[in-house]
C-alpha cells in the first residue's frame, strides 16, 4: 500500500519532507490531524513492530522522552508497515556535559527494560557466539578471520545482565535535547542485549572505567561490523576489532 497507508490516521494527512533514516526506511515529517508527526514506512514485519510500538508507549508511561506513536483512527498502533510517531522537539548533543546527559537518559532504560523480551528474529552480540544469521547479521557472507575477532570480541561480554539498548545512540542525528529532556529517536535498531554497547560514548560521557571501556568498544565495533557488512563503515569497523 505505501504511503497510501497514511489515511488510516487521517483522511487528510500529507507527507511534507523527507527526514534522514537510514537505508533501511523511507521516513518523512506528515501533518496529521493538524499536526506535525513522522511517519517512517519499511518492511518490518508486524511481530517486530508490535515489539518496537510496544516498547515506546512503556517508556512514555514510565515518563522517558520516546517518539511515541500515534493510534490510527481504529487504534492500531501500525499499518501496512507504516508507523506514525510524534514529532521529538530539540536538538543534538554539542558538549561533554550533553553527552553525560544522554548517559543518564540510556541508563534510565536499560533500567526500565531489564528481562524484556528480545525482539523478534534478532539476536544478542553473545548469541551470535554460536549462530550465524539473525535479523540484518549473516556472519557467513564475513571473512572467516574476520568472525573470530568478531566472536572474541563478543565472549568478553559473557555473563553480563541483559536489557533493551537503543543500537545506535552515539549518532548524534539520533538524540533530540533540550533543557527541559533528552530523546531517543530512531529505535529501529533497539534490540535486547548487553546495556554497555549502549554506553559507548563520545568523550566517554558514560564514565566507564578502562577495562569497561574497552570490552564495550570492541564488542560494538564487531556488531556495527556486522550488521552493516559489507560498506566502506562496516569495513573500517572490523579494522578497529583486535584479536583478544
Known sequence: MGWEALRQWDEGAVRIEPLAGGVANDVWSVRVRGQVAVGRLGQRSDADLAWETKLLQYLDHEGMTVPVPIPTTDGRLFADGLVVMKYMEGGSPETAADWRRVADTLRELHRLTQGWP?????RSSTDFLHADSGTRVNLAAMPPEGVRRCRAAWARL???????????PSNPH???MTADHVALIDWDESHVDVPDLDLVLPDNAAGLDDVTYDIAEQASAAWEAAVCWKDDYAVRRLAQVRAV
Not at 528480545?118 to 534478532?122: C, E, I, S
Not at 559473557?158 to 545506535?168: A, D, E, K, L, Y
Open 174 to 176: 539520533n538524540i533530540r
Open 158 to 168: 559473557i555473563g553480563r545482565q541483559t536489557c533493551v539498548v537503543h543500537g545506535n
Open 118 to 122: 528480545q525482539r523478534p528474529g534478532w
